[in-house]
């Protein structure tokens, strides 16, 4: 009797603890800062729509890992002729679209040719400019033959602007996605929320979670709020930096600092005098102390860089020490350079905090070696207008977010207005070459020369501040593409 | 009466006119190309080109407007640049939570305002009036933001009882989408109450001191009957007529408790639009937005008439 009596004890017992297993959560909420304009990676260039549908919902030939390595994807192999011309791809079996259909080498064909036409509203056109042609050989072949070789061009088939779409959907791709990711859109309320839910009939690899949901919440306090109140699970890019050593110290949470492509810089116009001086670069570049910035402005979080390259990249060099802090050759620089009592010039600070809050503390420090900066806050609108496009500035701060742009200072039209025959023969070089190591030792030179010509104030790498549920696993912690990949997220009880 | 309203759907027509014109003119000589803030900094010139085609952006000025105005007379309000969704669907969304949040609010804020407004004059100078009145101070100035952390802080995070934001959306039931806003109304109501509270005290305390409130207590009635019979009804006019602007301003006032809450609202429709030059949204928001201050304004009027037969006669003679 006491024994069955035990038993039965242990066995509730038993009973009570694993039923909290049994209701494992399988949905999962992230809050995004941000809310996409449209869901269409193809046709914008906003970072919040691959937010939402990199990976998820949509998938390109090749894809960007978690480390910013291209991994095979839709296409499971490829082979590349001896010239570096013809890219021979094989595609995967038994991928269709959210709508049914079967993904072919039509579909390839279709997409790479919209995305190269020319009335094309793809954001990134030039990835696909080396493209002569695209065929299709047979339904799980595609052959695309460049007009000459281009070395990152695996890579840049991973990017959300080379995602394959079907030509059927294409038109309504912005409002309703259909792709052939782990998850399928269910819907959008425009202000509010995202959701998509694991896709039965996918081809690879099947998610873990049934339901994800974006939530968008712009305000930094309202995340805060909304992690707390546990209204949402992730923030992967959180927006208030201050609040982290709250998280820090529950239990409840994760919080991981990554990395991201967001090199920050004190953005200057080249070819206005007197920044077309290199010694007044120079001495700019000796007036800034980098870190009194990161702690400055950013609660702490950010890698100080010397030149325009992130340093998570295998062929980062680290720059810093080109012209370390030192006001007082600044001041001798500056008087080399006929500026004895300094000069006067304006600061352009677009809305971001890193900008605005960083143009401050970028004031004090320029001042002190005597050049007095007039801070000229301006919307985003105003800045692409008259910063960017209209290259009506002395010195601005922004944030260039996409990955591997260095080739930006190659651009003859760019608003910094740097031309420099020798960089613009590297990026030719980079461009046609495609061993890595090679690759590597050419993107270490040109970031060199960035450095010593002190282009831009270069000032640190934005970080990717994470907080999370304690509970949840596979979220990235950097950011080598703007994505939330999430195939591979899990709880964990 | 038909006179009154005839002359009030011409003001309408004309604000929503001279709102549109105006509207249309400062957006295109703001600075900020939509098709580059869409695109990013990373577009190349052709795809600028191509995108704005597709918007229209490159027809002259003149035939954008009377496009935009003949959709809208039409009801058809084209189509949104960023969010390429119909303009008329983003903005229904909207009103769904909007125009629930400010009458919501309005109803809570009247709910306390006007018998503590009453109380307190009713006991003019004595400890109820002293204490009402400070607390509408405070009220005053409590900023609302403020006020709804706090209430995010104690409801949500502290006690769980309430979603820290966001809207729950209609679909999900009256009982969820209402207690997604129950916060978020209170945050409103707080400093529109106190407001309110002391236009009715001083409404009530001035009506109080009139002739024929005076006559009626000579004539025997109590402090309180003359109080209920006279004075409260005589000073809803100015209480209605503040209503009536809280009314207004609540509609596309909340950008700040709209964004403390992520409420889908149409203040941040409005303020997002404006940030990301959607022009056509921000144009027909804000024409909109006008007619429903012409609207509410209607019905004040409407509601004097109401109140006080006295402002009838005046209309028909």
Same mark, same amino acid.
């Given at each position: 009797?006491?024994?069955?009596?035990?038993?039965?004890?242990?066995?509730?017992?038993?009973?009570?603890?694993?039923?909290?297993?049994?209701?494992?959560?399988?949905?999962?909420?992230?809050?995004?800062?941000?809310?996409? !304009?449209?869901?269409?990676?193809?046709?914008?260039? #906003?970072?919040?729509?691959?937010?939402?549908?990199?990976?998820?919902?949509?998938?390109?030939?090749?894809?960007?890992?978690?480390?910013?390595?291209?991994?095979?994807?839709?296409?499971?192999?490829?082979?590349?002729?001896?010239?570096?011309?013809?890219?021979?791809?094989?595609?995967?079996?038994?991928?269709?679209?959210?709508?049914?259909?079967? @993904?072919?080498?039509?579909?390839?064909?279709?997409?790479?040719?919209?995305? @190269? $036409?020319?009335?094309?509203?793809?954001?990134?056109?030039?990835?696909?400019?080396?493209?002569?042609?695209?065929?299709?050989?047979?339904?799980?072949?595609?052959?695309?033959?460049?007009?000459?070789?281009?070395?990152?061009?695996?890579?840049?088939?991973?990017?959300?602007?080379?995602?394959?779409? #079907?030509?059927?959907?294409?038109?309504?791709?912005?409002?309703?996605?259909?792709?052939?990711?782990?998850?399928?859109?269910?819907?959008?309320?425009?202000?509010?929320?995202?959701?998509?839910?694991?896709?039965?009939?996918?081809?690879?690899?099947?998610?873990?979670?049934?339901?994800?949901?974006?939530?968008?919440?712009?305000?930094?306090?309202?995340?805060?709020?909304?992690?707390?109140?546990?209204?949402?699970? &992730?923030? $992967?890019?959180?927006? #208030?930096?201050?609040?982290?050593?709250?998280?820090?110290?529950?239990?409840?949470?994760?919080?991981?600092?990554?990395?991201?492509?967001?090199?920050?810089?004190?953005?200057?116009?080249?070819?206005?005098?007197?920044?077309?001086?290199?010694?007044?670069?120079?001495?700019? &570049?000796?007036?800034?102390?980098?870190?009194?910035?990161?702690?400055?402005? @950013?609660?702490?979080?950010?890698?100080?860089?010397?030149?325009?390259?992130?340093?998570?990249?295998? $062929?980062?060099?680290?720059?810093?020490?080109?012209? !370390?802090?030192?006001?007082?050759?600044?001041?001798?620089?500056? $008087?080399?350079?006929?500026?004895?009592?300094?000069?006067?010039?304006?600061?352009?600070?677009?809305?971001?905090?890193? #900008?605005?809050?960083?143009?401050?503390?970028?004031?004090?420090?320029?001042?002190?070696?005597?050049?007095?900066?007039?801070?000229?806050?301006?919307?985003?609108?105003?800045?692409?207008?008259? &910063?960017?496009?209209?290259?009506?500035?002395?010195?601005?701060?922004?944030?260039?977010?996409?990955?591997?742009?260095?080739?930006?200072?190659?651009?003859?039209?760019?608003?910094?207005?740097?031309?420099?025959?020798? =960089?613009?023969?590297?990026?030719?070089?980079?461009?046609?070459?495609?061993?890595?190591?090679?690759?590597?030792?050419?993107?270490?030179?040109?970031?060199?020369?960035?450095?010593?010509?002190?282009?831009?104030?270069?000032? =640190?790498?934005? &970080?990717?501040?994470?907080?999370?549920?304690?509970?949840?696993?596979?979220?990235?912690?950097?950011?080598?593409?703007?994505?939330?990949?999430?195939?591979?997220?899990?709880?964990?009880? | 009466?038909?006179?009154?309203?005839?002359?009030?759907?011409?003001?309408?027509?004309?604000?929503?006119?001279?709102?549109?014109?105006?509207?249309?003119?400062?957006?295109?000589?703001?600075?900020?190309?939509?098709?580059?803030?869409?695109?990013?900094?990373?577009?190349? +010139?052709?795809?600028?080109?191509?995108?704005?085609? +597709?918007?229209?952006?490159?027809?002259?000025?003149?035939?954008?407007?009377?496009?935009?105005?003949?959709?809208?007379?039409?009801?058809?309000?084209?189509?949104?640049?960023?969010?390429?969704?119909?303009?008329?669907?983003?903005?229904?969304?909207?009103?769904?939570?909007?125009?629930?949040?400010?009458?919501?609010?309005?109803?809570?804020?009247?709910?306390?305002?006007?018998?503590?407004?009453?109380?307190?004059?009713?006991?003019?100078?004595?400890?109820?009036?002293?204490?009402?009145?400070?607390?509408?101070?405070?009220?005053?100035?409590?900023?609302?933001?403020?006020?709804?952390?706090?209430?995010?802080?104690?409801?949500?995070?502290?006690?769980?009882?309430?979603?820290?934001?966001?809207?729950?959306?209609?679909? +999900?039931?009256?009982?969820?989408?209402?207690? *997604?806003?129950?916060?978020?109304?209170?945050?409103?109501?707080?400093?529109?109450?106190?407001?309110?509270?002391?236009?009715?005290?001083?409404?009530?305390?001035?009506?109080?001191? +009139?002739?024929?409130?005076?006559?009626?207590?000579?004539?025997?009635?109590?402090?309180?009957?003359?109080?209920?019979?006279?004075?409260?009804?005589?000073?809803?006019?100015?209480?209605?007529?503040?209503?009536?602007?809280?009314?207004?301003?609540?509609?596309?006032?909340?950008?700040?408790?709209?964004?403390?809450?992520?409420?889908?609202?149409?203040?941040?429709?409005?303020?997002?639009?404006?940030?990301?030059?959607?022009?056509?949204?921000?144009? *027909?928001?804000?024409?909109?937005?006008?007619?429903?201050?012409?609207?509410?304004?209607?019905?004040?009027?409407?509601?004097?008439?109401?109140?006080?037969?006295?402002?009838?006669?005046?209309?028909?003679?």
């Amino acid at each position: 009797m006491k024994r069955t009596g035990l038993f039965a004890a242990l066995v509730l017992v038993a009973a009570a603890f694993s039923l909290p297993a049994q209701a494992a959560k399988t949905d999962f909420t992230m809050g995004l800062v941000l809310e996409p !304009p449209h869901l269409d990676p193809t046709a914008g260039a #906003a970072a919040a729509i691959d937010e939402v549908v990199y990976a998820n919902v949509f998938e390109g030939l090749t894809r960007i890992d978690r480390n910013g390595e291209v991994k095979p994807a839709l296409a499971k192999s490829w082979t590349i002729s001896d010239d570096g011309l013809t890219y021979t791809f094989t595609l995967n079996d038994g991928v269709k679209f959210h709508d049914g259909t079967d @993904m072919t080498a039509e579909d390839v064909k279709f997409t790479l040719d919209r995305a @190269m $036409a020319e009335d094309s509203t793809n954001a990134q056109k030039a990835l696909f400019e080396p493209i002569e042609t695209v065929e299709a050989a047979d339904p799980k072949t595609v052959v695309i033959t460049l007009k000459r070789p281009t070395g990152h061009f695996l890579f840049n088939l991973g990017w959300g602007d080379a995602v394959i779409v #079907a030509s059927e959907t294409a038109e309504t791709n912005k409002e309703k996605p259909v792709g052939t990711g782990p998850f399928r859109f269910v819907e959008w309320v425009p202000g509010d929320h995202i959701t998509i839910e694991k896709n039965p009939d996918y081809w690879g690899n099947p998610v873990a979670l049934d339901k994800a949901t974006f939530k968008i919440i712009p305000d930094p306090a309202a995340a805060t709020a909304a992690l707390l109140a546990e209204d949402v699970d &992730a923030f $992967a890019n959180f927006p #208030a930096p201050e609040a982290l050593p709250q998280f820090e110290a529950d239990p409840r949470f994760t919080v991981v600092s990554g990395s991201t492509e967001g090199e920050t810089i004190l953005s200057t116009n080249n070819g206005k005098p007197p920044f077309d001086n290199l010694k007044v670069r120079q001495a700019i &570049a000796h007036a800034i102390d980098r870190q009194a910035i990161i702690d400055g402005a @950013m609660f702490g979080l950010g890698t100080p860089i010397g030149s325009h390259f992130a340093p998570h990249h295998p $062929a980062y060099v680290d720059l810093t020490g080109t012209y !370390p802090y030192d006001p007082e050759k600044a001041k001798a620089l500056l $008087a080399e350079a006929g500026f004895p009592d300094g000069f006067e010039a304006t600061l352009k600070l677009p809305p971001p905090s890193y #900008a605005r809050r960083g143009g401050e503390i970028i004031a004090d420090q320029l001042g002190k070696v005597g050049i007095k900066l007039e801070i000229i806050p301006v919307e985003w609108a105003q800045w692409l207008e008259q &910063a960017f496009k209209g290259k009506d500035y002395d010195l601005t701060i922004v944030s260039h977010t996409e990955p591997m742009d260095i080739g930006i200072y190659a651009r003859p039209d760019y608003y910094f207005d740097y031309h420099n025959p020798k =960089f613009n023969e590297i990026m030719d070089k980079l461009a046609a070459e495609t061993d890595t190591q090679k690759r590597y030792d050419l993107m270490r030179e040109a970031q060199k020369i960035l450095a010593d010509d002190a282009v831009n104030g270069f000032l =640190f790498e934005l &970080a990717k501040p994470g907080v999370w549920n304690a509970k949840l696993e596979g979220l990235w912690e950097n950011s080598p593409v703007q994505a939330n990949d999430l195939t591979e997220v899990r709880w964990t009880e | 009466m038909s006179q009154l309203l005839a002359k009030r759907l011409a003001a309408l027509v004309a604000t929503l006119f001279a709102t549109s014109l105006i509207v249309f003119l400062v957006m295109a000589v703001l600075p900020g190309d939509p098709a580059q803030i869409i695109l990013g900094i990373g577009a190349q +010139e052709d795809t600028l080109a191509a995108l704005r085609h +597709e918007l229209g952006l490159d027809r002259p000025l003149i035939e954008q407007y009377l496009l935009w105005v003949g959709g809208l007379l039409t009801g058809d309000l084209g189509e949104s640049y960023t969010y390429s969704r119909p303009v008329s669907e983003l903005i229904g969304q909207r009103v769904l939570v909007s125009l629930p949040l400010a009458v919501f609010a309005i109803l809570l804020s009247t709910a306390i305002a006007i018998p503590a407004g009453v109380v307190a004059a009713a006991k003019h100078n004595k400890a109820a009036d002293i204490g009402v009145s400070a607390l509408a101070q405070i009220g005053i100035a409590i900023p609302n933001f403020w006020f709804a952390m706090l209430l995010i802080l104690f409801f949500a995070v502290t006690l769980g009882w309430f979603p820290a934001g966001g809207f729950a959306g209609w679909d +999900e039931g009256v009982l969820p989408a209402l207690r *997604s806003l129950l916060l978020p109304a209170v945050a409103l109501a707080l400093p529109q109450a106190a407001i309110l509270t002391r236009v009715t005290r001083s409404a009530v305390l001035e009506v109080l001191g +009139e002739d024929h409130v005076r006559t009626a207590r000579a004539k025997g009635l109590t402090r309180g009957a003359a109080l209920r019979r006279h004075a409260v009804r005589n000073a809803l006019i100015p209480v209605v007529t503040i209503m009536g602007l809280q009314f207004s301003f609540l509609l596309a006032g909340t950008i700040v408790i709209e964004n403390v809450f992520y409420l889908p609202g149409l203040g941040r429709l409005l303020f997002q639009a404006i940030a990301q030059r959607d022009l056509i949204v921000v144009q *027909s928001l804000v024409v909109l937005l006008a007619g429903a201050v012409v609207i509410v304004n209607f019905v004040v009027d409407l509601t004097y008439l109401v109140i006080d037969p006295r402002l009838r006669k005046a209309v028909h003679g």
